[in-house]
């Protein structure tokens, strides 16, 4: 949750990229098909997901349909929403009810904090560095996942990797994700496969 606090102090004020290079994460397209694969460490055990989420537009609003499994638990899930955020309040109250396989999208891609800082339209992906403070570093750089060119934001405290997002112009969700909390708990989401074509 630091990191992301650290990311949102970070993501103001600062000159932004070229229009047609510049990342705008969670700007839903009329369609897009995603498939992801998760890995986590947590408390020292390894586990792995994978995740397919498709986003149609219908009228207004965007039917998003969410297939996948996570450690014994497996799933499929249905919903209309209007925007990110509303999909991210979506997926935190089942992953709580029910749907205990939805967990690794809410930790990542679907973090509330994250959608918040990610739509806000104001993070600078202009590459370079730029110290946060003493111990906190933040590196923008070019990065390429499941075939997808785009610009990593990343955050190292003491020269420690915490927090990677890379997002792509070509995409609207995030297409990788790594968090470090500071118990030493990991976790990696990454595309593997992406599609705007119906």
Not at 19 to 28: A, G, L, T
Request: one cysteine or more; a positive charge.
């Amino acid at each position: 949750m630091k990191a992301l606090l650290a990311l949102a102090l970070t993501a103001y004020a600062f000159a932004q990229a070229p229009v047609q290079s510049v990342p705008r994460p969670y700007e839903f397209k009329s369609y897009e098909r995603y498939i992801y694969d998760y890995n986590e460490l947590l408390s020292n055990r390894r586990t792995k997901g994978r995740f397919e989420l498709i986003i149609l537009k219908k009228g207004k609003e965007y039917e998003v349909s969410i297939e996948g499994f996570y450690r014994e638990w497996s799933g499929f899930v249905r919903t209309k929403v209007k925007d990110a955020n509303e999909l991210a309040g979506f997926i935190l109250m089942k992953m709580y009810f029910l749907h205990h396989w939805l967990a690794p999208l809410g930790k990542t891609i679907f973090s509330r904090a994250l959608v918040k800082v990610l739509s806000s339209g104001k993070v600078d992906w202009t590459p370079g560095r730029k110290r946060v403070d003493k111990d906190l570093l933040r590196l923008v750089r070019s990065c390429k996942y499941g075939g997808l060119e785009g610009m990593s934001l990343e955050l190292l405290k003491k020269k420690e990797l915490i927090l990677k997002v890379c997002a792509s112009p070509q995409a609207s969700l995030p297409i990788y994700i790594y968090r470090r909390t500071s118990g030493g708990d990991i976790y990696e989401i990454e595309l593997i496969e992406y599609s705007d074509l119906k």
